[in-house]
C-alpha cells in the first residue's frame, strides 16, 4: 500500500480568510440544517404521542361516564328508602353518605353547590348592620361587632358564605335582638344556591385504620414516580 502524501497548499491572506469564511458557513447551514430534522423530529413525536393517547384517555372518560352513572342509578332506590325510613326529603339534603356495615369502606353521593342570593338578601344585611350600630362602645361590645362584620364579608364572587350565616343565625338567636334576628332571617331566606355536576367520592380503610380515598380523576390518580417521590418526603 503506498504511502499517503500529504498536499500542502500555500494560501494569500486573503485566500485563507475567504476559506476560514467558507467553513464557518457551511458549519453554520450545517447546524441549521440538524436544528430542523431536531424540530421536525420533535413534531413527530408530539403527532404520534398525541394520537396514541387521546382515545385512550377518551375512553377512560366514557368508561367514568358509565360508572358514575350505574352507581346513582344503583343507589336511586336506597335514597329513596332513606327518605321513607328516616322521613328526609331528597331535595333537602345535598350529599349522602353510606358507610359498609363492615365499617371498612364508604360511599358518598352528592352535588356541588355555589353560594348565592337573592337581591333581598341587602335588606337582612342592613338590618344586622343596623343592630350593629345599635351597640355599645366598650371593649366587650367591639369585640362582637368584630365577630359578626367577619361573618358578614362576602366571597370572591360577592356572596356570603352559608356556613358564616348559619353562625349569624346562632349569635341572634343568643342576642335575643329581634331587630338582629329578623334580618338573619331575611339573609337565609334570600339564600339560593346553584347545583353544579354530581360528585362521588370513594373510600377504604387499610388495614392500620386509615381511611384513603380512591381516585376517581387523571389529576388526583398518583402515576408511580409521584408515588416514589412521595415516599421519599
Not at 336506597?78 to 331528597?90: A, E, P, Q, R
Not at 346553584?194 to 376517581?216: N, S, V
Not at 408511580?224 to 415516599?231: K, P
Amino acid at each position: 500500500m503506498e504511502n499517503e502524501k500529504k498536499v500542502q497548499v500555500e494560501m494569500t491572506a486573503e485566500q485563507a480568510e475567504a476559506f476560514a469564511a467558507f467553513q464557518a458557513k457551511q458549519k453554520k447551514e450545517a447546524e441549521a440544517a440538524q436544528r430542523k430534522a431536531d424540530r421536525e423530529t420533535y413534531a413527530k413525536m408530539v403527532d404520534e404521542e398525541v394520537a396514541a393517547v387521546i382515545p385512550e384517555l377518551r375512553r377512560l372518560s366514557d368508561n367514568i361516564k358509565v360508572v358514575k352513572s350505574k352507581v346513582y342509578q344503583n343507589f336511586a332506590q336506597v335514597l329513596d328508602i332513606k327518605s321513607n325510613v328516616l322521613g328526609i326529603t331528597k331535595d333537602t339534603q345535598r350529599t349522602h353518605t353510606f358507610t359498609h356495615s363492615d365499617g371498612n369502606m364508604r360511599l358518598t353521593l352528592g352535588y356541588n353547590c355555589i353560594d348565592g342570593y337573592r337581591d333581598t338578601v341587602e335588606d337582612g344585611i342592613a338590618m344586622v348592620k343596623q343592630y350593629i350600630e345599635s351597640l355599645a362602645t366598650d371593649e366587650k361590645t367591639k369585640s362582637l361587632v368584630s365577630a359578626i362584620m367577619r361573618l358578614l364579608s362576602r366571597d370572591g364572587m360577592g356572596n356570603l358564605k352559608a356556613s358564616r350565616v348559619l353562625q349569624l343565625r346562632k349569635m341572634a338567636e343568643e342576642s335575643n335582638d329581634d331587630k338582629f334576628m329578623e334580618g338573619v332571617k331575611i339573609i337565609e331566606e334570600a339564600y339560593q344556591p346553584t347545583m353544579t355536576r354530581q360528585f362521588i367520592r370513594a373510600e377504604y380503610k387499610d388495614k392500620k385504620g386509615q381511611w384513603h380515598i380512591i381516585p376517581l380523576s387523571v389529576t388526583d390518580a398518583d402515576t408511580d414516580e409521584e408515588e416514589e417521590a412521595e415516599v421519599k418526603k
